[in-house]
T-cell receptor, first 116, second 114 residues
Framework: DVKVTQSSRYLVKRTGEKVFLECVQDMDHENMFWYRQDPGLGLRLIYFSYDVKMKEKGDIPEGYSVSREKKERFSLILESASTNQTSMYLCASSLIRGVGQYYGYTFGSGTRLTVV | AQSVTQPDIHITVSEGASLELRCNYS??????LFWYVQSPGQGLQLLLKYFSGDTLVQGIKGFEAEFKRSQSSFNLRKPSVHWSDAAEYFC????????????FGQGTTLQVKP
């Protein structure tokens, strides 16, 4: 089975800190995604990547950036953490995109980030 | 606007009762359709998916879902709910020809009464 590993389950950071959330997948998936999950809002896409060094903005990219230097690793960066970024962050990966080739995502267990 | 709607934020059913969770989507063409489940403190697990063909799809844990094109719906069902089914359920769509992005509904929290 594909495994998606998020390095931390819980993080507490201070306002203004630069925060790195790490995600690693072990099945050579091309696509990787970062979502945040908030009660009543479901999952909202922050950024995604189709290949190494490629990235595209999702629906709520403000205040975030990403890095994908290796195929298996996709990092989410909060340049200057704020309290409104307190949330659950979920990483996912999937096989190559394309009509008829869509297999859904495999998710990590999530990182619950609290910014104080 | 393209959207995925789960009309029920919270549902409570008795153990052994049947369950139906609703999902409606608004897209120009039939997208790929998914249901995920999230147990407390866990990531999301795929229950089932619909790409084409038979409109009634079977998934894991005894769940099934029916795609109805005329209603733009993809409702999740289970004939008899178990206490372990208490979780949050997400409907999701991936528009065909899209970049592979998955768009989620707001989620439905299922509580199971003994």
């Amino acid at each position: 089975d594909v495994k998606v590993t998020q390095s931390s389950r819980y993080l507490v950071k201070r306002t203004g800190e630069k925060v790195f959330l790490e995600c690693v997948q072990d099945m050579d998936h091309e696509n990787m995604f970062w979502y945040r999950q908030d009660p009543g809002l479901g999952l909202r896409l922050i950024y995604f990547s189709y290949d190494v060094k490629m990235k595209e903005k999702g629906d709520i990219p403000e205040g975030y950036s990403v890095s994908r230097e290796k195929k298996e690793r996709f990092s989410l960066i909060l340049e200057s953490a704020s309290t409104n970024q307190t949330s659950m962050y979920l990483c996912a990966s999937s096989l190559i995109r394309g009509v008829g080739q869509y297999y859904g995502y495999t998710f990590g267990s999530g990182t619950r980030l609290t910014v104080v | 606007a393209q959207s995925v709607t789960q009309p029920d934020i919270h549902i409570t059913v008795s153990e052994g009762a049947s369950l139906e969770l609703r999902c409606n989507y608004s897209y120009g063409a039939t997208p790929y359709l998914f249901w995920y489940v999230q147990s407390p403190g866990q990531g999301l697990q795929l229950l089932l998916k619909y790409f084409s063909g038979d409109t009634l799809v079977q998934g894991i844990k005894g769940f099934e879902a029916e795609f109805k094109r005329s209603q733009s719906s993809f409702n999740l069902r289970k004939p008899s709910v178990h206490w372990s089914d208490a979780a949050e359920y997400f409907c999701a769509v991936a528009p065909r020809g899209n970049t592979g992005k998955l768009i989620f509904g707001q989620g439905t929290t299922l509580q199971v009464k003994p």
